[in-house]
């Protein structure tokens, strides 16, 4: 079985650009989480969708939104971006809605903003 | 914010050797999780200890949690050049769907 895959696997912009950021999950996983990543710090969780619903938010602004689709793929969207929102972007999935289930974690996406 | 905080940020020992790690959180939790982290790419599931657990053990792994305390601890035995990564506690609180990582300790095995 594949793992959780992402894509791109890097990606470049410029400040004030848009970005989406696509994961698909474990097949049979409904969990679907997204998590920023800076360098040299510990992943700060962004979104949790389980059957295409927002279970949890973290603390982060507007600019940055996500969705579930039918198939549990899931986008996350990032508008207006900063310099500071350059990070590896990680997408977890996982079978249960719970976050205290074992997550599996995809490979990346690393962002730059310039 | 972070959460859970891990204690030592850096670990360098001889292959062979043992590694111990600690991470300490802030608010009441369900359960702790143990993540390792290999070149800044995916984090891979250690192991998952509950909240009425007070220790746990996996292969060469073992995690101890103080609830009383707010702490845990991870020690791997006899370890290997592979062992080489970050390794970060990861804990859901017991209110609010959330999970909150701590900000990693980064483990050197020189073969």
């Known amino acids: 079985d594949a793992g959780v895959t992402q894509s791109p696997t890097h990606l470049i912009k410029t400040r004030g650009q848009h970005v989406t950021l696509r994961c698909s999950p474990i097949?049979?996983?409904?969990?679907v989480s997204w998590y920023q990543q800076v360098l040299g710090q510990g992943p700060q969780f962004i979104f949790q969708y389980y059957e295409k619903e927002e279970r949890g938010r973290g603390n982060f602004p507007d600019r940055f939104s996500a969705r579930q689709f039918p198939n549990y793929s899931s986008e996350l969207n990032v508008n207006a971006l900063l310099l500071g929102d350059s990070a590896l972007y990680l997408c977890a999935s996982s079978l249960g809605r719970s976050l205290y289930n074992e997550q599996f974690f995809g490979p990346g996406t690393r962002l730059t903003v310039l | 914010s972070q959460q859970g905080e891990e204690d030592p940020q850096a670990l360098s020992i001889q292959e062979g050797e043992n590694a111990t790690m600690n991470c300490s959180y802030k608010?009441?939790?369900?359960?702790l999780q143990w993540y390792r982290q290999n070149s800044g790419r995916g984090l891979v599931h250690l192991i998952l200890i509950r909240s009425n657990e007070r220790e746990k053990h996996s292969g060469r792994l073992r995690v101890t949690l103080d609830t009383s305390k707010k702490s845990s601890s991870l020690l791997i035995t006899a370890s290997r050049a592979a062992d080489t990564a970050s390794y970060f506690c990861a804990t859901d609180a017991a209110a609010g769907n959330k999970l909150t990582f701590g900000g990693g300790t980064r483990v050197l095995v020189k073969p």
């Open positions: 608010t009441s939790i369900n359960n």
């Open positions: 097949s049979g996983h409904k969990s």
